[in-house]
């Protein structure tokens, strides 16, 4: 195991697990827990939706919103496998707290000769984990990704109950990890990549102004994150001798990483059961199949030997079950209420710190309250209750790892404003 661990601990940081595709991107997408696909029927329908623009009035609309996203701390109790001393050994921990504030601009247009024109900006994936003990360390002290999309779309209506859409993704991202194993190696890397491009489809059939039936499909986007990486290897990797525990090669060296963000096809039926009360059910399914092995590439020959070495992933495609339910109030107020169950695709093998992931259960809510004809605001609140996750000595878990993880949920609470004109 020694042989597989230590040129492997570094190449763990950027598994990010479920959590690292973010699909609320609006106050109703987070009120319904994701359940917005066949019944997207604001600026947000750019996004999430733009086959239903056509069925939208005839009117421009836009929406501003930030979702302010808290992570508690992640608690480990369990065994790591110390290769020095070739056993395991006690790690229990606590990952640090993480909190971010999000922003998403959507915006649609008025009908032109037929079409209508989309336009989202949204973070559909990212976020941190840190740690601050060893042996959690190793593989992330720090890990951190920033993902951007710009989503221009559109529209055509086919008649009167069918409509088709598509869009361009334009998708930019940066991170920053940090790791290291006392006297054995460091490594702190700051990347980018430029930007990287894919599309998105979508079909939405009307028979009746209450039902609604949609598909989407989200292309797989490749980030190539490029940049530079600092830190040592100690001379104890390379001579195996107790005295060079304190002889440090420091290196400064170019290095890049390439992570998928996968695919995403969603089928949706959105029902108004009565003239106050909507039903939308939506089937996700992610294919995260395509994150076969994990390759960092170093310039530095030496560093690339020890450290650069492939690594297996082989993460399996998931399902995402999801209800929304909208209810108009008053012809000023509208809540919304959602529900949902979100696999991981992480295998028990596979588990690492950086994101130990889970199954996911999500429950959320939130309110529209339309201030004048032109102008609504709302208030959105998403928890993300993830599951405890065991990691049995028969998994032979490639990190090393044996035991639990517990407490790894997420808050996310929107405000927004929506325009229409």
């Not at 199949?289 to 020959?301: G, I, M, T, V």
Request: charged share 20%; aromatic share 14%.
């Amino acid at each position: 195991m020694k042989k597989l661990l230590l040129p492997s601990l570094i190449l763990t940081l950027t598994a990010f697990g479920a959590a690292y595709k973010i699909p609320e991107q609006s106050a109703r997408s987070i009120a319904l827990s994701g359940a917005y696909v066949a019944g997207a029927e604001d600026a947000d329908a750019a996004y999430f939706n733009p086959a239903n623009m056509s069925f939208m009035p005839n009117e421009n609309f836009f929406e501003l919103s930030a979702t302010a996203i808290y992570l508690p701390s992640i608690r480990f109790q369990g065994k790591v496998y110390y290769p020095f001393e070739g056993k395991l050994k006690e790690a229990n921990a606590k990952s640090k707290s993480e909190t971010f504030l999000v922003p998403h601009l959507h915006w649609v247009s008025k009908e032109y000769k037929g079409l209508r024109f989309g336009l989202s900006f949204v973070t559909p994936a990212g976020l941190s984990k840190r740690w601050s003990s060893q042996p959690q360390i190793w593989s992330a002290e720090e890990f951190t990704l920033r993902v951007g999309e710009i989503n221009p779309s559109f529209s055509y209506r086919l008649g009167d109950t069918l409509s088709v859409g598509a869009g361009v993704r334009a998708i930019y991202s940066d991170g920053k990890v940090k790791v290291q194993y006392p006297n054995i190696f460091k490594e702190d890397m700051e990347g980018d990549t430029d930007f990287r491009w894919g599309y998105n489809l979508a079909l939405s059939y009307r028979p009746d102004p209450r039902l609604t039936f949609a598909t989407t499909f989200r292309s797989k986007v490749g980030l190539k994150e490029k940049g530079d990486a600092t830190g040592y290897l100690g001379a104890f990797l390379l001579t195996k001798d107790p005295k060079d525990l304190d002889t440090l090669i420091p290196y400064h060296t170019n290095a890049s990483v390439t992570i998928p963000l996968p695919a995403t096809w969603t089928l949706a039926g959105a029902l108004w059961i009565d003239e106050s009360t909507r039903v939308e059910l939506t089937y996700e399914r992610t294919f995260w199949s395509e994150y076969k092995s994990l390759d960092f590439n170093f310039d530095d020959p030496s560093v690339e030997a020890v450290l650069g070495r492939p690594k297996a992933k082989n993460w399996k495609d998931t399902n995402t079950f999801r209800i929304g339910i909208t209810h108009k109030n008053s012809s000023k107020l509208t809540t919304m209420y959602g529900f949902a169950y979100d696999q991981s695709p992480v295998p028990e093998s596979r588990v690492g710190f950086e994101l130990p992931d889970a199954d996911a259960f999500i429950l959320s809510l939130g309110a529209l309250y339309r201030y004048s004809e032109q102008i609504t605001v709302g208030v959105s609140y998403l928890f993300d209750y993830k599951t405890e996750r065991t990691i049995s000595p028969a998994a032979r878990n490639n990190n090393g790892i044996v035991g639990k993880f517990d407490e790894g949920n997420a808050h996310l609470l929107n405000f927004s404003i929506a325009y229409r004109y």
